[in-house]
């Protein structure tokens, strides 16, 4: 397993994390997952096995029970890996459990470290992103829990580019615990994260944690164009993070599955192994129904695409840039510096 550093933060994370959103099985998230604990205990050994240090919760997945089955499986192990939980969405029927307010943070955090079973949280990430709440609120707040040691890192997720930067802006300028990861959607069916939030963390010195790979499932290799989508499937139940552009995203299939025949893997793993091999990338959050899908995806650790690999799938891949990149691309390449020009193929 490869390990890269997180953000600025000088620890050390597997370039594969596990996320257990799978875990639990209750309302919504029934159609990701229905993990138990004696399963999940297996799921954690096979990614201990494989060299993974970072596991990936929220407080939100199936009311809190997806933490309670990872402090549970976790054991012994809790002090050999990091863990990452989120907060910010509803919990609970009260008007104020939910967002990013001082009381709202404060509840949640001693709620995932109870379910946690655990006395702090290694990566403590904003799930989403809190208008009605002023930004130096939610900074102090996070900044105490730190201090208190409760919490080691903060991070966000689902952010927009202009979000993130403020936040970042405020931490610093009142000398407060900046944000040192974002989590966020990446695949090759969804590559908008390269236009302004690569060039900003790779700047900024924020980790990437890239979430959804497989784009839900689609580029696993179950979906041909034309025909109906497998039962009982996560994308048939809930249907495609994003937009996918459906003649790119068949095209860009194919080409992946060209590219995994001629490895003898899966194209689940080529898939994983492109966005691990972006730049900015800290580690990619992979999650399973089952051990075989697990066993398959942390597979991916083991190899990388060749520099002609990522080539192919980048030019199959690539939507047409919006402005004002297009404008860049046309007029202005010779005075971008990297990484934006690296967006500008």
Not at 29 to 41: I, L, P
Not at 97 to 109: E, L, N, P
């Amino acid at each position: 397993m490869e390990f890269r550093f997180l953000g600025r933060t000088g620890v050390q994370v597997s370039a594969i994390a596990f996320g257990t959103m799978t875990f639990g099985g209750l309302g919504r998230f029934q159609h990701c997952g229905t993990v138990g604990e004696e399963e999940a205990s297996r799921h954690i050994r096979l990614c201990l096995d494989a060299g993974v240090n970072l596991f990936d919760t929220a407080d939100v997945y199936s009311q809190g029970r997806s933490e309670e089955i990872l402090g549970q499986a976790l054991g012994r192990h809790r002090d050999d890996i990091l863990v990452a939980t989120k907060m910010h969405c509803a919990i609970g029927p009260g008007v104020n459990d939910i967002g990013q307010s001082r009381y709202h943070i404060v509840r949640a955090c001693e709620a995932s470290l109870r379910r946690l079973n655990t006395d702090r949280i290694d990566l403590y990430q904003m799930h989403g992103y809190d208008g009605h709440t002023d930004v130096m609120e939610t900074l102090r707040a996070l900044d105490d829990l730190v201090r208190s040691g409760k919490v080691r890192y903060v991070g966000c997720t689902e952010f927009s580019a202009w979000h993130l930067m403020k936040a970042l802006g405020l931490a610093d300028s009142a000398h407060l615990t900046r944000f040192a990861a974002l989590q966020s959607y990446y695949s090759l069916a969804g590559r908008e994260l390269e236009y302004e939030f690569v060039p900003l963390c790779l700047d900024q010195g924020v980790g990437i944690l890239a979430w959804s790979p497989l784009a839900g499932g689609f580029l696993t290799g179950k979906y041909r164009a034309g025909q109906p989508d497998p039962p009982n499937t996560r994308r048939r139940n809930m249907g495609d993070p994003g937009t996918i552009d459906q003649a790119r995203g068949y095209e860009t299939i194919e080409v992946l599955e060209a590219i995994a025949a001629e490895r003898g893997v899966s194209a689940a793993q080529a898939a994983i192994n492109y966005v691990r091999g972006k730049p900015g990338v800290t580690s990619v959050v992979i999650g399973a129904r089952n051990e075989d899908q697990l066993a398959d995806d942390l597979a991916a650790a083991q190899w990388s695409l060749s520099a002609g690999e990522m080539d192919r799938l980048d030019k199959v891949s690539q939507a047409p840039l919006p402005y004002p990149y297009w404008n860049q691309q046309r007029f202005n390449t010779g005075r971008m510096s990297w990484p934006e020009a690296a967006v500008m193929r």
